[in-house]
T-cell receptor, first 112, second 112 residues
Framework: KQEVTQIPAALSVPEGENLVLNCSFT??????LQWFRQDPGKGLTSLLL?????REQTSGRLNASLDKSSGRSTLYIAASQPGDSATYLC???????????FGKGNQVVVIP | DADVTQTPRNRITKTGKRIMLECSQT?????MYWYRQDPGLGLRLIYY???????NKGEISDGYSVSRQAQAKFSLSLESAIPNQTALYFC???????????FGSGTRLTVV
């Protein structure tokens, strides 16, 4: 079974600092990896999807890297803003891509 | 309209009552999923369906049932609700193994 770990579980940074969120997974035979954002009590918004053949994906201030062989992905958020405060979830398919394994999230607070 | 719509958004029900959560999608995806989210436990898969005639149990299916009424509709039922089914419930869709997942906004269910 795929196990996904996200470190750190929670962090607070001053506005303007760059954020680095880490995700590790145990089974490197993945199809893709997806990063989501979740605001308290709300739904999951997809941020980036990285295919297994890709090394990174970028969207605006967000950049996600993938090192499949070492079972790691990193989400970088440049020049953080208070609106970036949320929980960020990493997810990878497993069980023949029939299921999605989630980490427990990186809870981020950006201090104005 | 949202790609994945869940109704109701919030529901309070009494122990022993039957309740149905509904999900509809406009993505045209074949695969649909029900997850629940609990603080500290993350997201866990309840049921998933790859087409109208295909229903599969996830990690925590006990106490739940599902119905795939059409490609676009997937409902989750609690036959006799109990307090430990209080959680945030999410419906999701995906297409092929190369596509990511799209989540609904969630249903907050409280069983008293």
């Amino acid at each position: 079974k795929q196990e996904v770990t996200q470190i750190p579980a929670a962090l607070s940074v001053p506005e303007g600092e760059n954020l680095v969120l880490n995700c590790s997974f145990t089974d490197s035979a993945i199809y893709n990896l997806q990063w989501f954002r979740q605001d308290p009590g709300k739904g999951l918004t997809s941020l980036l999807l990285i295919q297994s053949s890709q090394r990174e994906q970028t969207s605006g201030r967000l950049n996600a890297s993938l090192d499949k062989s070492s079972g790691r992905s990193t989400l970088y958020i440049a020049a953080s803003q208070p609106g970036d405060s949320a929980t960020y979830l990493c997810a990878v398919p497993y069980y023949g891509n029939n299921r999605l394994a989630f980490g427990k999230g990186n809870q981020v607070v950006v201090i104005p | 309209d949202a790609d994945v719509t869940q109704t109701p958004r919030n529901r309070i029900t009494k122990t022993g009552k039957r309740i149905m959560l509904e999900c509809s999608q406009t993505k045209g995806h074949d695969r649909m999923y029900w997850y629940r989210q609990d603080p500290g436990l993350g997201l866990r898969l309840i049921y998933y369906s790859f087409d109208v005639k295909d229903i599969n149990k996830g990690e925590i299916s006990d106490g739940y049932s599902v119905s795939r009424q059409a490609q676009a509709k997937f409902s989750l039922s609690l036959e006799s609700a109990i307090p430990n089914q209080t959680a945030l419930y999410f419906c999701a869709t995906s297409d092929t193994s190369q596509d990511g997942y799209t989540f609904g906004s969630g249903t907050r269910l409280t069983v008293v």
